[in-house]
Structures are given as C-alpha cells and as structure tokens.
C-alpha cells in the first residue's frame, strides 16, 4: 500500500525537492520516531526538539518546487502526553524554524486543557493551503488533548512571502507548556508529517 505522507520530520535545513514516503525525512536530517520529546519541570512554553539535533527544533517541511502548491494539505502531529501532577498543558503549533517559539508564527493554540497526573494521546491537525501567485498560506487547526476536543478555527496568523525558490518553501513545528512543573510531565510526538 502507497503512502499518502509526503514529507515527515526533518531539521532545520533545507528539504529535498523529492518527496519521500514513511516517517523519515531524507537528506541530512533523518529522524526515525518515536524519540522528539519535552520532559521535566519547567512551565516555560518550549518548541519540541530534534533528537538528531536537540538544540533545533522538530519540524515537518514543504521543500522548493513542491506539488502541493494550490492544492489541501494535512499537517499531522500526534503522540502522547503525560501530566505528573495537576496541571494544565498547553499545545501550539507554529511556521518556521526557531528554538524560541516567539520568533515563530502561531498557526494555532489548544488553549490550556487539563492533564492532571494522567497520560493521554493528543493530535493537532491542520487543513492547509497555499498559492504561489499570492504567496500566502491559510486553513484551519484543531486540536484533542485528553479527549478534549478543541474545535476546528481559521489559523491565527496567515503566512505570507511564500516563494517556491525557497527551500524550504515553509516550516512547521510544536511547543508545549505545563502550568504546573512536575519532574515528570511529558510530550512525545509520534508524528509530524505533511500528508495529502
């Protein structure tokens, strides 16, 4: 059976122009998952990062000359998270390539949802689209964290300068914030992936 994922996780470099199936990304960032997590007792809101590269952080990437242009596409991520204690969490997702989630641009947030001393599985998908000829990227998030589903919105921010020279063409990544730091909460992000 075909796979339907175009391009999964990669780092922060450029993507290959050819897509590639399963959950790897080829090229010089490879990332089998299982492995991108945030864990421990910080309640500071913090991009999920590379295992290949911890100090950049996981992303799944449209390269240059891309088919997708013009037509839907699904930003998947999904995993599990766990609350060690009372606590609230928090799950955004972002365009582009920063460790600091403030110098990316919100595409949408859960809100805070409670995950009090429970493990949970979460996803967030995104129904995307972007054009060459306008350069900007648009659709609608929706998120479920511990069986809460937060409902399906527009994105908070549309993407504009989108050029098909670039490579990659856009980026996409995770943060997550604890409102309360136990030594162990945790995220793990089973999957990130551009799918169509």
Same mark, same amino acid.
């Given at each position: ?25 080829? *090229? ?9 997590l945030?864990? *421990? ?5 913090a ?8 100090t ?14 013009? /037509?839907?596409?699904d ?9 060690? *204690? ?5 799950? !955004? ?12 641009t ?11 001393? @429970?493990t @949970?599985?979460?996803?967030?998908? @995104? /129904?995307?689209?972007?054009?060459l000829?306008?350069? /900007?990227?648009?659709g ?40 309360? *730091?136990?030594?162990?909460? !945790? ?10």
């Amino acid at each position: 059976m075909a796979s339907n994922r175009l391009y999964g996780p990669s780092i922060a470099t450029p993507s290959p122009a050819t897509p590639t199936s399963l959950n790897v990304q080829a *090229g010089s960032g490879v990332i089998p998952l299982p492995a991108p997590l945030v864990t *421990g007792t910080s309640t500071a809101e913090a991009m999920v990062p590379n295992p290949a590269t911890p100090t950049l952080p996981i992303l799944a990437q449209i390269p240059s000359d891309s088919p997708l242009a013009g /037509k839907c596409f699904d930003l998947q991520i999904s995993g599990y998270i766990v609350g060690g *204690g009372t606590t609230n969490v928090t799950v !955004k997702v972002y365009s582009g390539t920063s460790a600091t989630p403030g110098s990316n641009t919100l595409l949408g947030s859960s809100g805070a949802v409670a995950q009090n001393s @429970a493990t @949970a599985p979460f996803f967030a998908q @995104a /129904k995307l689209i972007y054009d060459l000829v306008s350069g /900007k990227l648009a659709g609608t998030i929706t998120f479920m964290i511990n069986n809460t589903v937060v409902a399906s919105v527009a994105i908070s921010n549309v993407i504009t300068g989108l050029l098909n020279t670039a490579n990659p063409i856009a980026s996409f990544g995770v943060s997550v914030t604890f409102s309360a *730091g136990f030594a162990t909460n !945790k995220i793990v992000v089973q999957e990130i992936a551009i799918n169509f």
